[in-house]
T-cell receptor
């Protein structure tokens, strides 16, 4: 069975500083990896995804993530955070590249941004 | 991107009553939708896979008689919490996939409070 671990429950970062959120997955085959962001009381918005090809993927809002198969990781980064980046971030893994893709989510990382 | 909408956004009900939550794909057809449950400050737990025109597939530990799912059309899935109890209070989120991208689009979520 697939699983996702986000080791950091909370991260506090100063506005303008860089941010890196860790994600480790466990899945025997080729994973389809996603990062979603959730603002309080809201649904999830897709930041970026990885299916194949270039292991460094660019997403919305200035985020990027790097897939490292050898480390089973898919860490999310942003060079300079804005106060509006304060939110909950979820890493997820799916099995198939189709509409019926059942995702497994990590526990989430809450990001707090200090002024 | 594709839009998924949930209604209501929040609902308060008395213990013992039933509550229906709707999930609509506004600009695409969804043969498969997913229902998740999210407790405060926790991750999303998949409850069931909703299949258009057939029975839903429930995850282990989810009571299918308590959480009734109906996917009567390609744009609408409903989750009915029957005989609700305070422990059913939670944030319920639906999602749907488009085409062969493997990407899921999420609704805004519905917060249920059972008194």
């Amino acid at each position: 069975a697939q699983s996702v671990t986000q080791p950091d429950i909370h991260i506090t970062v100063s506005e303008g500083a860089s941010l890196e959120l860790r994600c480790n997955y466990s899945y025997g085959a080729t994973p389809y990896l996603f990062w979603y962001v959730q603002s309080p009381g809201q649904g999830l918005q897709l930041l970026l995804k990885y299916f194949s090809g270039d292991t460094l993927v660019q997403g919305i809002k200035g985020f990027e993530a790097e897939f490292k198969r050898s480390q089973s990781s898919f860490n999310l980064r942003k060079p300079s955070v804005h106060w509006s980046d304060a939110a909950e971030y979820f890493c997820a893994v799916g099995k198939i590249k189709a509409a019926g893709n059942k995702l497994t989510f990590g526990g989430g990382t809450r990001v707090l941004v200090k002024p | 991107g594709a839009v998924v909408s949930q209604h209501p956004s929040w609902v308060i009900c008395k213990s013992g009553t039933s509550v229906k939550i709707e999930c609509r794909s506004l600009d695409f057809q969804a043969t498969t939708m997913f229902w998740y449950r999210q407790f405060p400050k926790q991750s999303l737990m998949l409850m069931a896979t909703s299949n258009e025109g057939s029975k839903a597939t429930y995850e282990q530990g989810v009571e299918k008689d308590k959480f009734l799912i109906n996917h009567a059309s390609l744009t609408l899935s409903t989750l009915t919490v029957t005989s609700a109890h305070p422990e059913d209070s939670s944030f319920y989120i639906c999602s749907a996939g488009v085409g062969n991208t493997g990407e899921l689009f999420f609704g805004e979520g519905s917060r249920l409070t059972v008194l």
